[in-house]
């Protein structure tokens, strides 16, 4: 299988603080591929180096066969990218904006409009008025226009959906898969646990290591322990009772209810009663299975 980008002991560093450290990965062809953390993981330096506004302080990086480093120039015109923060012209309107894009990569819109043509439809109506008028999910889906518009073969995207309602953030996901048929890979950083099941294969990064790769149903597999889920009322007394009580390893809120381990991987049946004598009544406590971010948090 051809791979597109291939990371072996990649190092980054600004002053005292190691950014990126040991670094190895590798992108197949085609795939849509997520790196999944936390802010402050490493994520937006990693992706500055493959799209090379970063140079590596160790290590070494192919992208699409060129070195990441040497190749700067030519791997430039193959990259799209879409930055974390909107950074088009937001006294532009929709229209200059695409057509100030292709200008630049040498294109223009009517050559690569059958690429753009689902996710720039949905804007197209608003096309003269201002970027920076735009909604957060139609500056996304404008965003996104821009960087295809000259027929990438990678599409490096950070962070794409954070700030965005939750019917645009799945609108936009059915928009990158429909992509695969143009023979476009996707690399996408995310903090949504949600999206990394729609990844084919997932990084789970952290204080700048990589602490697996693997597809996302193998990741959530690879969960060792028991899990229950508490629910009360009563949330942070809750989460606070359970975390003093001796016989659980792990207590972390999830949605409405708080996931808890058991140290000897067995429940404890005396919890029930441990609830009630905190004062916390109407607790339900259920087994459950894991997800990625409970794979995360074990692996932490």
Known sequence: MHKVIESSGIEKRFGSVQALSDINFDVNEGEIFGFIGP??????????LITTLLVPDAGKMTVLGLDVVSGYKELRKKIGYMPGRFSLYEDLSVEENLNFYATVFGTTVKANYNLISDIYSHIEPFKRRLAGNLSGGMKQKLALSCALIHKPSLLVLDEPT??????????FWEMLKNLRQHNITVI??????????????VALIQNGKIMLVDEPERVKDGFTKMLFSVKATEKYQLIKALRVFPGIDTAYPFGDSVHITFTDNIFDNS?????KSCGIADATISETKAGIEDRFLELM
């Open 271 to 275: 919890l029930p009663e441990y609830l």
């Open 188 to 201: 996408v950083s995310t903090p949504y646990m949600d999206e990394a099941m729609r990844c084919n294969r």
């Open 162 to 171: 954070t700030g965005v309602d939750a019917v645009s953030r799945a609108e």
């Open 39 to 48: 802010d402050g993981a490493g994520k937006t330096t990693l992706f500055r």
